[in-house]
């Protein structure tokens, strides 16, 4: 299974983004979906997740900031990302759990996109 992150980019603060990451591939079903994130010197952290009815979860510091989503029948799932302040500068990464055409589960991580905040 296949990730690939888009959508980042250099914003002024307070601007707005929208990642969106498509899973291709041998894929029977995808359960949970996320978002993670990496500062430089800093640990990867969930950003935001969602589950397979759209359960989501979020970091505190982004809650009503950032929504995650996900399109069941494209395989993809997005974080728009409004109000954007310099300290969520990082690489952005998404990450899938599901379930393969072999009945394998799988855990899948995208290349990262950057997101720079700054003026």
């Known amino acids: 299974v296949q990730l690939q992150a888009y959508g980042g980019g250099l914003v002024q603060p307070g601007g707005f983004l929208r990642l969106s990451c498509p899973a291709s591939g041998s894929i029977l079903r995808i359960d949970r979906m996320g978002w993670y994130r990496q500062a430089p010197g800093k640990k990867r952290e969930l950003v935001a997740d969602?589950?397979?009815?759209?359960?989501?979860n979020y970091l505190d510091s982004v809650k009503g900031r950032f929504t995650i989503s996900r399109d069941n029948a494209k395989n993809t799932v997005y974080l728009q990302m409004n109000s954007l302040r310099p300290e969520d500068t990082a690489l952005y990464y998404c990450?899938?759990?599901?379930?393969?055409?072999?009945?394998?589960?799988?855990?899948?991580w995208g290349q990262g996109t950057l997101v720079t905040v700054s003026s």
């Open positions: 990450n899938v759990d599901g379930m393969g055409t072999d009945f394998r589960f799988f855990g899948s």
């Open positions: 969602i589950t397979s009815i759209g359960v989501t």
